[in-house]
């Protein structure tokens, strides 16, 4: 009998079947769009400003990295891509070219926890979707504290956070393993973050039921979770 694959293999696998199947911004998964929530954040406080630095954890082909691109690099602004799957980053390079941007990104192949964040390097850092697919809850929080060290002043903080994962069987609706790497309630997700960016300007803190089916060895499974979303502000020093 083969040995059961380890979430982190069962994730990675997902992502390289979702990346090799799909094609960025067409029907038929979840890259047929960007986060609306993500571009938001762009356009009420980066549009204006020049030579703005984007860091993008886990980001995958750039469903989220080359749109940003497109509203900043006309004014000099660069996003930086972190993911772990080599076809992700190779997708992405591939497609930033194809949407005119492919001087405007840089990517590495990278687990986002390994990746170094130098201090007070970036406008805004996304995480979205990716934190609980570091190797521990340990290493979970180490990134999240080096995102607060790596944002500029006045800078922001975007994360969007699985908590709560339960997986069913789509057929029996029995309840089973959902292989994630890292667990962690809503409840002390929020206690967390709270007590990580507690000098912070929290503008969003809330949770967003998500339920996704997919093919999972051969049977359907449902996912469901309820994702907390996060964007807080490294208050700007006050001029004496």
């Known amino acids: 009998m083969p040995a059961k694959k380890s979430p982190r293999e069962s994730t990675q696998k997902y992502h390289i079947k979702l990346y090799s199947d799909n094609k960025l911004f067409r029907k038929g998964s979840w890259l047929e769009k960007p986060n609306e929530e993500i571009l938001e954040v762009v ?37 930086v891509c972190v993911d772990y799957l080599d076809i992700a980053i190779d997708k992405l390079k591939e497609y930033a070219v194809e949407y005119g941007v492919g001087g405007q990104i840089k990517g590495f192949v990278s687990p986002v926890e390994d990746f170094k964040i130098k201090s007070n390097s970036y406008d805004y ?34 994360i969007y956070m699985i908590t709560n994962p339960k997986e069913f069987d789509a057929k029996t609706g029995k309840e089973q393993d959902p292989e994630a790497e890292v667990e962690i309630s809503s409840k002390e997700a929020c206690n967390l973050l709270k007590n990580i960016f507690k000098n912070w300007t929290i503008q969003v803190l809330k949770k967003n039921p998500y339920e996704e089916r997919f093919m999972k060895r051969g049977s359907e499974v449902i996912w469901r979770s309820n994702y907390l979303l996060f964007i807080a502000q490294n208050k700007i020093q006050k001029q004496n």
């Open 43 to 79: 356009e009420k406080s980066f549009l204006k400003k020049r030579n703005v630095k984007v860091l993008d954890l886990g980001s995958g082909v750039g469903r989220n990295a080359i749109p940003i691109a497109k509203k900043i690099g006309k004014l000099g602004g660069q996003v």
């Open 125 to 158: 850092i996304i995480a979205h979707s990716v934190l609980t697919h570091t190797e521990s809850k340990e290493k979970m929080v180490q990134t999240i504290k080096a995102t607060l060290r790596g944002v500029k002043q006045g800078g922001i903080v975007y």
